[in-house]
């Protein structure tokens, strides 16, 4: 426990320093704080219908925190460094949201699985939940740096300063800040708890 403790400190003093605090993204009763879409209320869940809910606001470097529930093949994700417009996969990135255990899932690629970064960096597989309970999942995006950790485990640790290397014609690996936007594929997925922690400029 000390060691855990002593491992966190510095991160603590960093917030402080910076004056951070998480903010809510999600009040649980309507869509502030996100553009209008084909995304509803219910239960003090965001629940999809279809397309993209897309943050007002633009973020850089951030943590961000929530939760989801995928219905029985459930598929959608989680765009980040979006410019508003087209798909957010090759635009900005996505990061896929998915029940992959679902047996019309079963011929995948490697980064098509949960927490990969679709087309550019696959995920550690085996860590959501069985279908219908609620998943916990923490992005940082802090400069060429992504990370997802899903229900405690870290599945994700890429840097797309060697992505760009590798793959230099995704425009959307190339930006350092846009919008963050859940993107629908017609399944009901459900969200809450939504949080965002703005973290300090990159040196």
């Known amino acids: 426990m000390k060691n855990y403790l002593l491992f966190l400190f510095p991160f603590f003093l960093s917030c402080l320093a910076f004056g951070a605090k998480p903010v809510s993204l999600f009040n649980g009763k309507d869509l502030t704080g996100w553009r209008k879409a084909n995304y509803v209320v219910e239960d003090g869940a965001i629940v999809c219908k279809g397309g993209n809910l897309v943050t007002e606001k633009e973020y850089s470097n951030y943590v961000f925190e929530f939760e989801f529930l995928l219905p029985p093949g ?111 594929h017609g399944a009901p997925v459900k969200f809450k708890n939504i949080t965002i922690l703005e973290l300090p400029e990159s040196k």
């Open 74 to 184: 459930g598929n959608n994700g989680l765009g980040i460094h979006y410019p508003g417009k087209g798909d957010a996969a090759y635009t900005g990135m996505e990061l896929q949201i998915l029940d992959n255990s679902h047996k019309r899932y079963a011929k995948l690629k490697d980064y098509q699985y949960h927490g990969s970064l679709y087309t550019l960096a696959a995920a550690k597989r085996g860590h959501l939940k069985p279908v219908g309970e609620w998943n916990r999942q923490k992005v940082t995006v802090d400069g060429p740096v992504i990370k997802v950790e899903l229900n405690g485990t870290e599945i994700l640790n890429a840097n797309l300063d060697d992505i760009n290397k590798a793959k230099p014609k995704h425009k959307g690996a190339q930006r350092r800040s846009g919008h963050l936007c859940f993107c629908g």
